[in-house]
């Protein structure tokens, strides 16, 4: 049988043609509302349909937690066994799901364990929905330390470049606000910089709160950190987020991952301060978490602190994200990558 998260919700009635009518609402119920890890688990479904049902088009290959039982990453294999990975992390009173919008990544970026194995394939609006559908399943079933018992945010976030997917990503993001229930405003949909995807956005419907992943802010460095920079450089991204911000009216964040000597620099503090006061943006610095296939490093904490100071100096409001998961590979690809190293090969 298709695994149903992979059937469009509104289409569930043809895959139980010969039950009562009730059957598919009974279906997309236990599906978008109550998820469950196992069908046995949907208590009003006959045994034999029970029995039949394939949720997930995927299966956990490897499942890791960390940070006193705060984090957990999944390895999910799909049925055509391609490897994606999403991360569950608790805070106290919420639950915050990273999930990936692509099997792989084509866009390169130097300092992510994504795209060090490249691009395989698009994932399906039903598989990213799967994801949220698991952690919440998870959360109900088993719990994650300190955190809420269902999720509170979610992020795009994981693995690929969701823009790059925009016609699935589209569909996810309907069924997950208008069939799950879920709050467009609790949603973050994070970009290296595609801006006609951004500019897609702009016109969806939903308030979702965009995220851009800057990480430099002059072309030379970020081209040669960010290659689609070369494509859609600085300027037009940043007109493209002002024009997102303004219709949206949400506020937007931009992720820098601090990398040693690279991109922590006062000069480039400075450069950032400027984009973030004309985007009135928040700003999220994160020190590198190390991948195995790169030699660069997280910038020390006092060089962390040194450049959240002076963005903050120039009146930007900066939060120094924790290195969540960092015991179990919860960088985006990490996991993915490790699972792939020949044996024996170092991690660094």
Request: charged share 30%.
């Amino acid at each position: 049988m298709t695994p149903l998260y992979l059937i469009e919700p509104e289409r569930l009635g043809e895959i139980v043609p010969d039950h009562p009518r009730y059957r598919a609402d009974q279906l997309r119920d236990w599906l978008y509302r109550r998820p469950v890890l196992d069908p046995a688990e949907m208590t009003d479904l006959p045994k034999d349909l029970r029995r039949r049902l394939v949720l997930y088009p995927f299966r956990v290959e490897r499942q890791q937690v960390g940070d006193g039982g705060a984090t957990v990453k999944w390895l999910f294999r799909t049925d055509d066994a391609k490897d994606i990975e999403a991360v569950l992390m608790g805070y106290p009173g919420r639950a915050t799901l990273c999930l990936s919008s692509q099997a792989g990544c084509a866009l390169g970026c130097t300092f992510c364990a994504t795209g060090q194995f490249g691009f395989e394939r698009q994932l399906d609006a039903g598989e990213m929905v799967a994801q949220v559908a698991y952690a919440q399943a998870y959360l109900r079933s088993v719990g994650v330390h300190g955190a809420s018992d269902h999720l509170t945010n979610i992020v795009f976030m994981g693995m690929g470049e969701p823009l790059a997917n925009y016609r699935n990503l589209r569909e996810a993001l309907r069924r997950i606000i208008e069939v799950m229930g879920f709050s467009a405003r609790a949603i973050t949909v994070s970009t290296v910089g595609i801006v006609p995807g951004i500019r897609r956005l702009a016109g969806e419907p939903w308030p979702i709160r965009l995220a851009v992943s800057l990480h430099a802010a002059d072309d030379e460095l970020r081209s040669r950190l960010v290659p689609i920079n070369r494509r859609y450089p600085l300027e037009e991204l940043v007109a493209a987020a002002d024009e997102y911000a303004r219709a949206k009216r949400r506020r937007l964040s931009i992720e820098w991952t601090l990398i040693d000597g690279v991109n922590d620099t006062d000069d480039q503090a400075d450069r950032l301060a400027r984009i973030a006061l004309r985007l009135r943006a928040h700003v999220n610095l994160i020190p590198l978490n190390p991948t195995p296939l790169s030699q660069d490093r997280p910038s020390p904490p006092d060089r962390v602190e040194e450049f959240a100071r002076r963005v903050r100096s120039r009146g930007v409001e900066v939060t120094v994200r924790d290195i969540r998961g960092a015991d179990i590979d919860a960088a985006c690809g990490q996991l993915r990558v490790r699972s792939k190293l020949p044996a024996g090969r170092p991690d660094h």
